[in-house]
């Protein structure tokens, strides 16, 4: 299993950016999808995730009506579009999903929001 991000960068406030993570090893299209994130001296937390038929996503509360998490399975990949970032945004965020009851992560991309 490997799990790529891409998309990171620095981002004013207010402003956009979207993230994608490249899948392989294992049948993307069955199993959920997941962004967490991690903040420097802070846990890893839950950002948003998605079943594997795209059929029900979910979000944490502060990124509810500005991050949307969506896939492409043709593509294997999973994407979370980010608008209205702010500051507290900033953090290494993390593609994740759990494979045959082991948890796997890719290398993570950082976003940073800063005027």
């Known amino acids: 299993v490997q799990l790529v991000e891409s998309g990171g960068g620095l981002v004013q406030p207010g402003g956009s950016l979207r993230l994608s993570c490249l899948a392989s090893?294992?049948?993307?299209?069955?199993?959920?999808m997941r962004w967490y994130r991690q903040a420097p001296g802070k846990e890893r937390e839950l950002v948003a995730s998605?079943?594997?038929?795209?059929?029900?996503?979910d979000y944490a509360e502060s990124v509810k009506g500005r991050f949307t998490i969506s896939r492409d399975n043709a593509k294997n990949t999973v994407y979370l579009q980010m608008n209205s970032l702010k500051p507290e945004d900033t953090a290494k965020y993390y593609c994740?999903?759990?494979?045959?009851?082991?948890?796997?992560w890719g290398q993570g991309t950082q976003v940073t929001v800063s005027s």
């Open positions: 994740h999903t759990k494979y045959r009851w082991t948890n796997y």
């Open positions: 090893g294992f049948t993307f299209s069955s199993y959920t």
């Open positions: 998605i079943t594997s038929s795209a059929g029900s996503t």
